[in-house]
């Protein structure tokens, strides 16, 4: 026995056991089945629909619900949109000040628009601002997503830029990078990365600033290209 253990030992093999995270994250949902078991409710728009519902309430009152995935949260940065941006962020693979800098830029929208909302003079007024901060970043990307892109395509030696129409997951792509690219755009040194994205992205949501005037612009140089239309088709 002593030889065994002494084998094991000084051999290259090395005998590893899972510890309780890999236990945890491997493990199976299969058991709870979904006749017996109910999906949870992860977006909160959803948990508020089923509770506003009287019916619903009775009749999940006794039901069993799956327990959700680890990881699933409903903080901001579970949304997919808000995960692409932190990707568009990142330089040099440093994921973590990337969404430090989103966070900053968020905490700084819902400054912003709280001191705005308390300094209102009407009810009017206060209802126009939105405090949400995702709210105004998927309201600044939709505003801003672009639907025609000009694609030079060469016909008898000469190079036409021809609109073509942009598909939706290439238009938010182009939205946020756009974005990104404004924010770093600073317009001195004093103003960081949070402070100036954060002013682009309210000023996107409300369909003013040079995001939105760079999608438009797009849009005039693609009606104005509309003739070369037919080169797609050749």
């Not at 995270?21 to 959803?46: C, N």
């Not at 808000?82 to 330089?91: C, G, Q, T």
């Not at 939105?130 to 639907?147: H, K, M, Q, S």
Request: aromatic share 10%.
């Amino acid at each position: 026995m002593l030889k065994i253990l002494s084998s094991l030992v000084h051999s290259s093999v090395v005998l590893r056991t899972p510890g309780p995270a890999a236990l945890l994250t491997s493990r199976s949902y299969a058991v709870y089945s979904p006749d017996k078991y109910l999906d949870p409710f992860i977006e909160r728009e959803q948990l508020d629909a089923v509770l506003g519902n009287e019916e619903n309430l009775e009749q999940l009152k006794f039901q069993q619900v799956r327990p959700a995935e680890q990881s699933r949260s409903w903080s901001y940065f579970d949304h997919p949109r808000v995960a692409r941006l932190v990707n568009y962020v990142m330089k040099y693979g440093n994921k973590v000040l990337a969404r430090k800098l989103v966070e900053e830029a968020f905490l700084r929208i819902k400054r912003k628009q709280l001191r705005a909302y308390h300094t209102a003079t009407s009810e009017e007024e206060r209802s126009s601002i939105v405090c949400d901060p995702l709210t105004i970043y998927l309201g600044a990307v939709e505003n801003c997503r672009p639907f025609l892109d000009l694609m030079p395509i060469k016909r008898g030696g000469v190079t036409y830029q021809v609109p073509v129409p942009m598909t939706e997951v290439h238009g938010y792509y182009v939205a946020t990078r756009w974005l990104v690219h404004a924010g770093r755009d600073r317009p001195h040194r004093r103003v960081h990365f949070p402070e100036n994205f954060g002013n682009e992205l309210i000023d996107a949501f409300y369909g003013r600033g040079r995001v939105v005037q760079q999608k438009l612009d797009l849009h005039k140089q693609c009606e104005a290209n509309r003739a070369y239309a037919h080169y797609l088709k050749s």
